[in-house]
């Protein structure tokens, strides 16, 4: 097992940038151009984007098209090249919202055959299945622990166990060992899914953790893309037509399977929590019914191309991210029912809008060239960014690094980020140097627990094997009480996917200003390096990557 201990001191250093980063010199022209990005045009493309005529931006609507056809018309004033399929700026994704039948059952039975149907919506819940319409599965039950195979950091849930043509049972989460950004990797519910088939498994059941929980409530269905073959191109649900069953089951019930094989469901808790696999065969079995029936809906991504400068690296794309759909119209809070989404993500997008527009303002380009991608479906799954790492309308192994924007909380002065992502990678290089010579300061996320690191669209281009990091506001405040964590959670309670998050609500738009200076230095230094961006050697998330 690798020392993780040396390995956070070492990533710490590396993002705070002290004595790993060199002082650069940015050409006077570019300097130049950086500081045209103006406040008034950035609160000018949220003011539009998150305008109520958009009704929230929900992919597969007039809104959104609205929004699409803005980003087009911006990227054309900015100089910004099509970079979508048939030399259009879009690329399409299908996507498809299906929903689990009302017939749906799932029938436990024990080592003395007796049945019993659980209640649907309080002791299970099935996920729909987006290429399988109808499916019968039986087959007996397996506790995996976290369902995790992580050898590098010593831990294998598999390890001693068959989970061939089983139904393998998981908890959600991680041994409390694994760095943070590793156990939100590990706790995917993806990579369970792929990990459980590439076991054999034919079936997924997830519990949560404790007995309060409850199963989630999928009566809007569960959203993936479909290419145009009929195939699924991306999802959170969905890993490989091998698990047949993807299932919640509530706490108790898993407790009954437990008690029924002389286990103990507590030991095998902490057993799991403290990093020693607990992994065993059940004795009960599963049957499973269930219907799916499906909506398929057409939505877009908008691709946009910076052509490099360098004959030999110009099919080498440093590629800026950020997501162009939100949520909505939904349930009314206080007499509104449309869910703007002005942070979440609008200002992220009126950031690579400025980005666009500081590239049109340089006369000689860099010498990679550069994609802004406006991502769909982010708030369906990350669906958009994971179908363009996918499918991306350049060839995969010409993505050298992503950087991510997505709802930079520009509420209050920007004096210090987190660049999540940034310590796994040679990219923590171009953070310390673009923010330092900003006098911005670089720290640890402060908050941890949100596992944002899997939870926004740089997520898709780390599973495709692209170096990649999201930048987010660090602690740092002007009163020196550093606790701008603290302003940001009452800050989310009130607008959070809240019809709230209008372009009335509040911002600083001279942090917009230089997030978007931040985001374009950073890629503006990769698309400039000779090399390509790299995975640290031996890093958890390079030994993964998809190559």
Not at 456 to 470: C, E, I, N, R, T
């Amino acid at each position: 097992m690798r020392n993780y201990k040396l390995y956070a001191l070492v990533s710490c250093l590396l993002a705070a940038g002290t004595a790993f980063s060199q002082t650069i010199k940015v050409d006077r022209k570019v300097a130049n151009a950086m500081q045209k990005v103006e406040p008034a045009v950035i609160k000018a493309h949220i003011d539009y984007l998150a305008d109520d005529k958009l009704l929230g931006r929900k992919p597969g609507t007039p809104g959104y098209q609205m929004a699409v056809d803005y980003v087009i018309d911006q990227f054309k004033k900015t100089g910004v090249a099509p970079a979508g399929e048939n030399n259009t700026y879009l690329q399409t994704v299908r996507l498809r919202q299906a929903k689990t039948g009302a017939d749906a059952t799932i029938t436990a039975i024990n080592s003395k055959g007796e049945q019993q149907v659980l209640a649907m919506g309080n002791d299970a819940v099935i996920y729909p299945n987006p290429v399988q319409q109808s499916v019968t599965i039986e087959a007996p039950l397996v506790f995996a622990g976290y369902g995790i195979s992580a050898p590098d950091m010593g831990y294998d849930d598999y390890a001693g166990i068959d989970a061939k043509g089983k139904i393998v049972v998981v908890f959600r989460g991680a041994p409390e060992q694994f760095p943070n950004t590793i156990a939100n990797y590990s706790m995917d519910l993806q990579n369970t899914l792929k990990n459980a088939a590439a076991h054999g498994a034919v079936g997924v059941i997830v519990t949560a953790p404790n007995d309060k929980a409850r199963v989630p409530n999928l009566q809007n269905g569960v959203y993936s893309v479909m290419t145009a073959e009929g195939k699924v191109g991306a999802s959170r649900s969905y890993a490989s037509d091998d698990i047949k069953l993807l299932a919640n089951l509530n706490y108790n019930t898993l407790e009954k399977f437990f008690k029924d094989s002389n286990l103990d469901l507590g030991k095998a808790q902490a057993s799991i929590k403290a990093g020693k696999m607990a992994s065993a065969a059940l004795q009960a079995s599963l049957k499973a019914n269930y219907t799916s029936a499906y909506q398929d809906i057409e939505s877009y991504n908008v691709v946009g191309k910076i052509t490099g400068s360098d004959p030999k690296l110009k099919n080498e794309y440093m590629v800026h991210s950020a997501h162009l759909d939100h949520v909505g119209v939904g349930k009314p809070i206080n007499g509104d029912s449309i869910y703007n989404g002005a942070h979440d993500n609008a200002s992220g997008v009126a950031g690579l809008l400025e980005i666009a527009r500081i590239y049109n303002n340089i006369k000689s380009k860099p010498k990679r060239s550069v994609l802004l991608v406006m991502v769909t479906a982010e708030e369906m799954g990350l669906l958009g960014s994971a179908y363009f790492a996918n499918h991306p309308t350049v060839p995969t192994q010409s993505m050298v690094a992503n950087v991510n924007t997505d709802m930079p909380a520009i509420i209050a002065p920007l004096l210090s980020v987190v660049a999540l992502g940034a310590q796994h990678s040679s990219l923590a290089n171009q953070v310390a140097q673009a923010s330092k010579y900003m006098g911005l300061t670089v720290e640890e996320d402060p908050e941890p627990d949100q596992n944002r690191f899997i939870r926004s669209d740089q997520y898709s281009f780390v599973m495709q094997g692209v170096p990649a990091l999201h930048i987010k506001y660090g602690n740092k405040t002007t009163d020196g009480k550093n606790n701008l964590d603290e302003t940001v959670k009452k800050w989310r309670e009130t607008y959070y996917h809240k019809p709230q998050d209008g372009p009335d609500g509040i911002f600083d738009y001279e942090a917009g200003k230089k997030y978007s200076q931040l985001n374009f230095l950073i890629g503006y230094l990769i698309a400039n390096q000779p090399e390509r961006p790299t995975w640290n050697k031996d890093d958890f998330f390079g030994t993964r990557a998809v190559q």
